[in-house]
């Protein structure tokens, strides 16, 4: 991951630019975490958060870096990175899923269990274990599409391509996330 620049949003979710936020702490020496470490927390943080909206029955949505996690008020929750179109749920009918993270000291792996996008203004998905395509009906996909919009805005192709590492790459390559 490359070093946060001052005018952007800070990681740790607090919707600060980095200059006003941790980066005042940092200075202070109040937060010994890299900008990683917050990530990571951020994206932590961001996931349980959006479970407790989806059993709650409430619709969110959050970007967060190339990362898009939403709720649904049918209960649903699901995490979403645009660079691959993969997506991983986090919440069914009301009910938490486990998530399917591993950290390492300068990445986050995420079992991605299917793909997804957005034809005709509905939400599809493509399992990555059978192939099976299922369309998910209730589903912000106005707003969806909107945060990918900005996201592609925000960070250059280039960018989004050092998203994911393979494994080959894995000692080598740190992602951009």
């Given at each position: 991951m490359g070093k946060i620049g001052r005018n952007e949003q800070c990681l740790c979710g607090s919707g600060k630019k980095f200059k006003h936020c941790c980066l005042l702490k940092q200075q202070a020496g109040l937060v010994p975490r890299s900008p990683e470490q917050a990530f990571?927390?951020?994206l932590l943080h961001e996931i349980e958060l959006i479970q407790k909206a989806a059993v709650a029955g409430k619709q969110k949505i959050k970007e967060l870096g190339v990362f898009i996690l939403f709720s649904t008020v049918a209960g649903d929750a699901w995490?979403?990175?645009i660079s691959d179109s993969?997506?991983?749920q986090l919440a069914r009918g009301r009910v938490a899923l486990d998530v399917p993270i591993d950290q390492q000291p300068e990445t986050i792996e995420?079992?991605?269990s299917h793909t997804?996008?957005?034809p005709n203004r509905e939400f599809e998905i493509t399992a990555y274990a059978d192939r099976s395509v299922q369309t998910l009906t209730g589903y912000p996909t106005q707003e969806i599409h909107a945060s990918i919009k900005r996201i592609k805005k925000r960070f250059s192709a280039e960018v989004?391509?050092?998203v994911?590492?393979?494994q080959d790459q894995q000692n080598s390559v740190v992602p951009s996330a």
């Open positions: 990571k927390i951020s995490l979403l990175e993969d997506g991983v995420v079992n991605w997804f996008a957005i989004l391509s050092m994911h590492v393979n």
